[in-house]
């Protein structure tokens, strides 16, 4: 029950409830019991990662990839 910061590397998202104005970023807190639309634009080729900002967490496994072509 703790709010979460999950970060992705090489792009930038906003949250999608937000105007379209709001400043990208490379990081989200996603609430405790809740959840966010996020908008990323995945244009920068390569094999990204997605994490937990939150060591405990990724060392349980809380951390992925995804590939731009």
Do not use: K
């Amino acid at each position: 029950a703790f709010d979460q910061p999950i970060h992705v590397h090489g792009h930038l998202w906003r949250n999608a409830d937000l105007p379209a104005q709001s400043p990208p970023s490379d990081t989200a807190i996603i609430p405790a019991q809740g959840g966010l639309r996020l908008a990323m634009i995945a244009e920068n080729p390569g094999t990204w990662v997605i994490q937990s900002l939150v060591a405990e967490r990724t060392d349980g496994g809380l951390f992925g990839h995804f590939t731009v072509e």
